[in-house]
Nanobody
């Protein structure tokens, strides 16, 4: 079974930085794009950033543009999310996701574009 594993979450102070990583686990799979989302308990999952595998095109939510950077390693099939200038409102469980089909039935900002998800990693930003 193909899976994704996130790492790098934790407790930080306002203004600090964190780097999240996401790596494949289990059955190997090809990737057309990967994305990062976050979710606060009781709220909908929020898109943060996405990157296409072939061209490296990036897209960011307005809430994180200029603070977060998504990057990929095409050889290792991993994706990272560098998060700077963290704020208390960034507190959430962060998920990475992979689009292994490339059908693009939905935009990459839509969670339905992705068919493999990680288990999530908690990020807490103290004020």
């Amino acid at each position: 079974q193909a899976q994704l594993v996130e790492s790098g979450g934790g407790l930080v102070q306002t203004g600090d930085s964190l780097r999240l990583s996401c790596a494949p686990s289990g059955r190997p799979f090809g990737t057309y794009a990967m994305g990062w989302f976050r979710q606060v308990s009781g709220e909908e999952r929020e898109f943060l950033a996405a990157i296409t595998w072939r061209n490296g095109n990036r897209d960011y939510a307005d809430s994180v543009k200029g603070r977060f950077t998504i990057s990929r390693d095409g050889v290792k099939n991993t994706v990272t999310l560098q998060m700077n200038s963290l704020k208390p409102e960034d507190t959430a469980v962060y998920y990475c996701a992979a689009d292994t089909h490339g059908w693009r039935q939905y935009p990459l900002r839509d969670a339905r574009s992705y068919d493999i998800w990680g288990q999530g990693t908690q990020v807490t930003v103290a004020s």
